[in-house]
């Protein structure tokens, strides 16, 4: 069990948190993250390369998403035991690069392929259901959900497009976009460092972090499940741009080795790489700070009041909350450097 008081409160102190609403701070207290079942004693994930996206059907099965070489394992986490795989090809269920996982509102589990730019859309037993290929391409994906409605939502760069969130009808028809950009002069570096974390809510309303410079929003529907009508409200449930400074240029990373000039990308930088609704309406936020090899885990009540914090000592990258309240999530193993998946609880001292 981690059990880890907040190290972060000091910087807190310094960052403005703003909220629509004013109200008497609630008491604070320390989350913690226990780490309750892990990959790492199973054969399955032995060659586990690149993981892009985590998932739990309603029946418990584990889906991963292994970009490279492009599969998805479908794992029966309480024997341990492979159940299922989903290969890489163009046929009927193969995928190429899968990414994101979200379950829908049948219980189907719906994976982003950004290779395909197609949403795979699969039972819960792992048999093929359709193929929604999508007629825009969002690139540099951060967040990937499915409305009340069937509709899919893709945060992220989509060229051409001036917006962050991209929201598809169930035939992959892009219905509308919106959303800021990021900040930065270079267009790679914009496109790059544009989108965040998502998660779709029962009551039509969707959860949205802005990376840099760093907010919380919760959108809300004019008409919350009518396909392609109504409008999107933005509710701002805490600002923190002074807590993650917007890297601007500093994505782009130019090299010369022999004469020959490289460019390459600083995808690692600190962000909002999850946020979760959580009981009674709080808001669980999750910031990764790869570099540092650690993330700092807080709770927002949804006037943007923190309500618990800790500063966790593993660079968590969570992808999926469970029925539970658990959530799904990967670790790199710092000898080898391969991905580990993680079940995560978070609970609150006191």
């Known amino acids: 069990m981690f059990r880890l008081t907040c190290l972060f409160a000091a910087h807190l102190a310094g960052v403005a948190i703003t909220s629509s609403l004013s109200a008497q701070a609630p008491p604070r207290s320390d989350l913690i993250i226990t780490e309750v ?4 004693a199973h054969d399955w994930a032995d060659g586990l390369s690149m993981v892009e996206g985590l998932g739990e059907t309603l029946e418990g099965t584990l889906w991963v998403s292994d970009a490279f070489p492009g599969k998805i394992l479908i794992v029966d986490p ?107 002069s270079d267009w790679q570096a914009a496109l790059i460092g544009t989108g965040g974390a998502l998660q779709a809510l029962h009551d039509g309303s969707l959860l949205y972090t802005q990376g840099t410079p760093h907010r919380v929003v919760r959108y809300v529907p004019a008409d ?49 790489r999850g946020v979760f609704e959580m009981t009674g309406g709080s808001v669980l936020n999750v910031v990764v700070m790869y570099d540092e090899a650690r993330s700092v885990w807080q709770l927002f009540d949804d006037l943007g009041q923190l309500l618990a914090e800790t500063d966790v000592d593993q660079a968590y990258r969570p992808w999926f909350k469970c029925a539970n309240g658990d959530i799904l999530a990967t670790r790199l193993d710092p000898v080898t450097d391969v991905p580990v998946v993680v079940r995560l609880r978070v609970s609150r001292s006191g």
């Open 224 to 272: 919350k499940f009518a396909t392609g009508s109504g409008y999107w409200g933005e509710h701002v449930i805490v600002e923190m741009a002074e807590m993650l400074e917007a890297p601007g240029d500093a994505i782009i990373v130019d090299t010369v080795e022999d004469g020959v000039a490289y460019r390459g990308f600083y995808v690692t930088y600190p962000q909002s």
């Open 37 to 40: 079942w892990s990959s790492e």
């Open 78 to 184: 309480a024997s341990g035991r492979m159940i299922g795989v989903r290969g890489q090809g163009e046929g009927p269920g193969e995928v190429d690069s899968p990414g994101m996982i979200a379950i829908t509102p049948k219980g189907h589990v719906a994976v982003y392929d950004l290779g395909r730019s197609s949403i795979e859309v699969f039972s819960s037993s792992g048999g093929f259901v359709r193929r929604v290929r999508l007629l825009v391409r969002v690139e540099w994906p951060k967040g990937f959900a499915v409305l009340p409605s069937g509709d899919f939502v893709i945060s992220g760069p989509v060229s051409g497009i001036n917006h962050a969130i991209h929201q598809f009808d169930q035939d992959g028809k892009l219905i509308r976009s919106w959303g800021g950009t990021a900040e930065a």
